[in-house]
């Protein structure tokens, strides 16, 4: 599975920004999908989720009730849209992909086996 992860700019606090992972290779039914950011000098952290399934969606306490993550299985691509922006969201954005994850490993970079390049969010204060 190739990633391609895309829609990073530099926005302002409170505004949104809507990420995008596109797939190829094989399609993401039945793959978890997550996303994970680094800021400067920080160690990578997750920030969402979706399951295998794709019912299940689950999210860092930093970006709940803020950012949601949605499929789009025509297109083979997962969001993740991100609203009220916070300069602490500044980072580099990557989407992983895994079709072994199981719910209670959503949240660690190792449980999944594909990685996309990163797109940079910059929010100003």
């Known amino acids: 599975v190739q990633l391609q992860a895309s829609g990073g700019g530099v926005v302002q606090a409170g505004e949104s920004l809507r990420l995008s992972c596109a797939a190829s290779g094989r399609t993401l039914r039945g793959v978890a999908v997550g996303w994970f950011r680094q800021a400067p000098g920080k160690e990578r952290e997750f920030v969402a989720a979706s399951s295998r399934t794709g019912s299940g969606t689950y999210f860092s306490n930093s970006v709940k009730g803020r950012f949601t993550i949605s499929r789009d299985n025509g297109k083979n691509t997962v969001y993740l849209q991100m609203n009220l922006l916070k300069p602490e969201d500044t980072a580099v954005y990557y989407c992983?992909?895994?079709?072994?994850?199981?719910?209670?490993?959503?949240?660690?970079?190792?449980?999944?086996?594909?990685w996309g390049q990163g797109t940079l969010v910059t929010v100003s204060s």
């Open positions: 992983a992909a895994g079709s072994s994850v199981i719910t209670s490993s959503l949240g660690m970079e190792s449980a999944y086996a594909y």
